[in-house]
């Protein structure tokens, strides 16, 4: 599996941070910065001797035009303005969800997907309900262990900072992921079951992460689409 750092959105040392000007804190709606902030650590992301923290990206998008919307949501552009060698390159959400008017991944397609990033060396955040159970999405972890055995993904949860597999809190990924959350960088590590095809496929998607390239050229590059 990628190893990834376990990190909590409600962390003493970040817990009171604002996501911009939206007046929500790291410890009720951080999950999204706190999930990046893992995954780009995986991708060697480095704030002067150690891998970036929670509170340090807060700080650093606090501190960067658009790094947040008025809702608090990380921008996109801003994390590749700040750390050029990675990048956010695609969203979707899945079938699961009960949103009206929305365009939706068949939850098949969506898993495929999450798989093969994961092959590539690259951990993906996936979207889940975890308040109540009405098929809406309302946070997001890692996932940095998605084999063919489904019983058997593993992610990183900011709700406590857990490393659990994905079924033993949001059950089936068949039916617990609601969407996902793409991003591309530096493949630094690729689990067992990855092929050279893979591994080959996961350091060319980090090479289009450049100013000469679009969206669809990466996506290309990692997911065929």
Request: hydrophobic residues 35%; contains cysteine; aromatic residues 8%.
């Amino acid at each position: 599996m990628i190893n990834l750092i376990t990190y909590n959105q409600g962390d003493q040392q970040w817990r009171d941070r604002l996501l911009g000007t939206s007046g929500r804190k790291m410890w009720s709606d951080g999950c999204y910065v706190t999930t990046t902030a893992s995954i780009l650590a995986a991708h060697m992301v480095m704030v002067g001797d150690h891998f970036i923290t929670p509170g340090e990206l807060c700080d650093k998008l606090n501190a960067t035009p658009n790094g947040f919307d008025p809702d608090g949501q990380l921008g996109w552009d801003a994390i590749y303005k700040l750390f050029p060698t990675c990048k956010m390159v695609k969203s979707c959400w899945t079938t699961n969800v009960a949103f009206h008017n929305v365009q939706k991944t068949q939850i098949s397609k969506a898993i495929d997907d999450i798989k093969q990033a994961v092959r590539m060396g690259m951990p993906i955040g996936i979207c889940v309900d975890l308040v109540g159970s009405d098929k809406l999405p309302d946070h997001i972890v890692a996932c940095k262990d998605a084999p063919d055995n489904l019983d058997e993904w593993r992610i990183m949860d900011p709700d406590g900072g857990r490393d659990i597999k994905f079924k033993d809190r949001y059950g089936s990924p068949l039916t617990g992921i609601m969407g996902y959350r793409m991003l591309v960088g530096p493949p630094v590590m690729f689990p067992d079951y990855a092929t050279p095809s893979d591994q080959r496929a996961g350091q060319a998607a980090a090479q289009c992460i450049d100013v000469r390239y679009s969206k669809a050229n990466v996506l290309t590059q990692l997911i065929g689409s």
